[in-house]
């Protein structure tokens, strides 16, 4: 019986698309025959599967992922899998996170969805909270140190995230959720698979979703979020070929929370340094309780109210960082198609579209008038300038209040706002010139159109804001132009060649890769607002010519409004192997080099040096990755051990102030950086499943980093020998799952290291006060589930009630952050996301 169970187990893995195991259809076709090799079977226990391939890969199926919190994001799903460290904002996952891959941040790491580049084009950050559906999800895939040879990434120097959505149901299929939890926490989500229909196969499924839940924090905020998604599949012949066409859209209304400095207690006392985080009195953020987690915001409130013929000034109410809205749309439509030309030719082609319309909150107290003759920022301005000047509107003669008269300064709703226009395609072409050899050739296409703006709009009497985009009603001076803090228009253009070869060898015991990719980046960058220093920040006039020529003149030393067109170009190399020692044992290497180019708000700030000079066009980062290990898979166990190393080259940083609102970047050189994966399954008997992971992670920044001075005097942060900020030392973790008879219970554990809080590794001062220590603790966190089925397990139409609890056990501890090379300025940091309790129930027929 137990060989028959096996027997039925490998079979149902077999079955398991292995081409879900990498981003693109056609990396996915090439590493089909990795994935199941001679002698191997890519099978899995408890939904955790370590493919055969040339590099070190984890994959999460459905059945794992369909355990977890309904709606949680795929990143925070990710956590169980070694090597993956990251904080969620929120315990469901629609508030944002944190997320690091082998000391990888996420600007870094290469997210894709069913093939497309998620990350920003701009920035290239990860928004976990605006992923797809979890109940979507076929499987998701990770490589913990290294990219595909056709990825369409600019940034990704690392690692790699990479989901799909699961193909429509062959019969007509319905199926929903309905989940309540803390927090006031509501989510319904539901799907309808129509079946086969029509004459040639075709199948289809569309999905909608809804959830809301309160800030776990400040008792103000409140998180929304809806999503709707489609997808249609239309096969073509018997032998594979196929065209999927899928759409997505998600809106986020959210208020942002829970980012305070780093104290070790209010007074700032040098004798007290036990790791806690808690409010100011300069933020009123101040605990009310025991728990820091517990703190009051300055809201509900009332704006100034206007007064006719009075100088008004504005009171704080609406400015809070936790007063902010942080609104979303993002949409896609993605395409998947396989061709097959001939018995040995197969085309493979990914177009996509994708469109982004996001803000980042914040506000600013407005003038109705002109400049006075007063410094202004960083300069002396004459009386009488109208334009967004030293960080202030000035609107030169427009009633901002409706009070009837100019004289007023206002507080003002002003994020900063980002709208992106993206398409692209990833074509590849294989042929298989025997059993044993096989080649491709790869084309890829990534354009993005980013228009980053800073439009001002009033705020309500109450201090929450008119308008969740300003831009789509923007404010104007007195001269007719817009009122903006920023004014660019960019073009990220990514052309991409690449080809890739494998060859088996020695009764197929061997398998080799070789590749090689030639990305062409091209930056085309316009920035229509004055650069006054090298740290982002502008003078703006909305595009006003004569303005801008009256203050050039003014301020000669400014880097006057401008275009530059950079361009990036690279050869990358890569390659690896699998060797089958044994029907259980395989040993597998890989090596390949990747490249970042520079984001865009790096580059805007490099506008501050003239065109020529080594700091207008800042340097590329590069990575050398090197990845080798062995995995054990035989009946009941399933392992794998894996150490990795790499070589960073003008490893770039940066840090974002959440209370200025600007990016400081700066570059740490040389970084060399390893490390140890571990993965052990092991299924004892048919009801239950146990498992173990951890990672060691070390990093070594080789010099010691200029932040200041001038050539004949400069300044360096003490960097050199030290660990990278913001990366645990370490992970831990396990879970184990049991059935019995219609119950399931899971449970799963994740410890994660230290993390060092700036790149000198030093305690964090402030007026020469140490206010923490150099690293936060290592910290906790388990989580519960249990499901009861109402229809049978193995039931094609499922009905269920599943409780779920994350941090079980309420551990309170610090949250996301990027780090920084500064150790006498505050820190600000997530606060982790508290215990949640959750229930939900899942009809389906």
Known sequence: MRNLRLSCAIVALISIPAAAFAQSTGSREFDEDIVVSAGSVA????????????????????????????????????????????????????????????????????????????????NYAIYSNQQVDSELIDQVSVNLGSTDVD??????????????????????????????????????????????FGPWGTSAWISASHGTNDVPFNHY?????????????????????????????????????????????????????????VGTAATNRFPTTADERDYPVNAPCTTDAPQAGIADAPNTCGTSYDERFNPSNTANVRVNSRFSLSDKLVLTVDPFYQYTKANGGGSVNASEGRTSAVTTGSAQNPAGLIGYIGGVPYAGGVDLNGDGDVLDRVTMLAPSTTVTNRFGV????????????????????????????????????????????????????????????????????????????????FDEKLTLTG????????????????????????????????????????????????????KYNKILPSGGFVFNATSDISLYGSYSKSVQVPGTDNLYNSFWFPVGTDAAKPKPESTDNFDTGVRFKSGQIQASVAGWYTNFKNRLASSFDPIENVTVYR???????????????YNPIQAITLRAFGSYLKS??????????????????????????????????????????????GVQYKRTGPRFINDQNLPVFQNNIVVYGAKTPSYNIVDFDVRVHVTPPEAR?????????????????????????????????????????SGTVTVSF
Not at 79 to 85: A, E, R, T
Not at 667 to 681: A, E, I, Q
Not at 803 to 816: A, H, M
Request: aromatic fraction near 10%; hydrophobic fraction near 30%; proline fraction near 5%.
């Open 43 to 122: 099978r899995g226990i408890n939904g955790v599967v370590i493919p055969d391939t040339q590099k070190t890969k984890a994959v999460l199926t459905s059945d794992f992922i369909q355990h977890q919190t309904a709606g949680q994001s795929v990143d925070e799903i990710i956590n169980q899998l070694p090597g993956v460290s990251f904080q969620n904002n929120d315990p469901y996952g629609s508030a944002g996170g944190t997320l690091n891959i082998r000391g990888f941040d996420g600007s870094r790491i290469s997210q894709t969805f069913d093939g497309i580049p998620l990350n920003d084009t701009g």
């Open 151 to 196: 990825s369409p990434t600019a940034s990704a120097t690392g690692s790699t995230v990479n989901y799909t959505t699961r193909k429509p149901t062959e019969g007509f299929h319905v199926r929903s959720n309905i989940s309540f939890g803390e927090y006031n926490y509501k989510r319904i989500f539901g799907v309808v698979d129509t079946g086969v």
């Open 221 to 277: 905020g409140k998180i929304n979020k809806d999503q709707y998604n489609a997808k249609i599949y239309q096969p073509i012949g018997t032998n594979g070929d196929f065209v999927s066409v899928a759409a997505h859209y998600n809106e986020n209304r959210n208020n942002f929370f829970g980012s305070i400095p780093l104290r070790t207690d209010r007074t700032q006392s040098p004798t007290n340094l036990a790791p806690r985080v």
């Open 426 to 505: 990833i074509a590849n072409l294989r042929y298989e010139f025997s059993d044993t050899q096989t080649v491709r050739v790869n084309y890829t296409l990534d354009y993005g159109h980013h228009r980053q703006t800073g439009e001002i709009a009033p705020l309500n009497a109450d201090g929450t804001p008119t308008e969740y985009f300003p831009i789509d009603n923007p404010i104007s001076d007195s001269t007719g132009h817009l009122l903006q803090k920023r004014d660019r228009l960019s073009k990220a253009i990514l052309n991409q060649v690449s080809g890739e070869y494998r060859g088996k060898f």
């Open 515 to 566: 590749g090689v990719r030639a990305p062409f980046f091209q930056r085309k960058l316009n920035n229509y607002c004055f650069a006054t220093s090298a740290t982002g920040f502008v003078d703006c006039f909305g595009q006003n010519a004569a303005a801008n020529t009256a203050y050039a003149t003014l301020h000669p030393n400014y880097a006057a409004p401008q275009k530059r067109d950079l």
């Open 667 to 681: 570059n740490l050189g040389t970084v060399h950086k390893y490390g140890v994966d571990v993965d052990l399954s």
């Open 700 to 745: 070594k920044i080789l010099d010691d980093v200029q932040t200041g001075g001038t050539a004949a005097a400069p300044t360096f942060a003490l960097t050199g020998g030290k660990r990278e900020s913001g990366a645990p030392k370490f992970t831990l973790g396990a879970n184990a799952r049991g059935t019995l008879g219609p119950v399931e219970l």
């Open 797 to 837: 139409n499922q009905t269920y009630l599943q409780l779920n609890v994350t941090n079980l056990f309420d551990k309170f501890y610090v949250g996301g952050f990027g780090g920084t090379t500064a150790n006498n300025a505050t820190s600000f940091v997530q606060i982790g996301a508290p215990r949640a309790i």
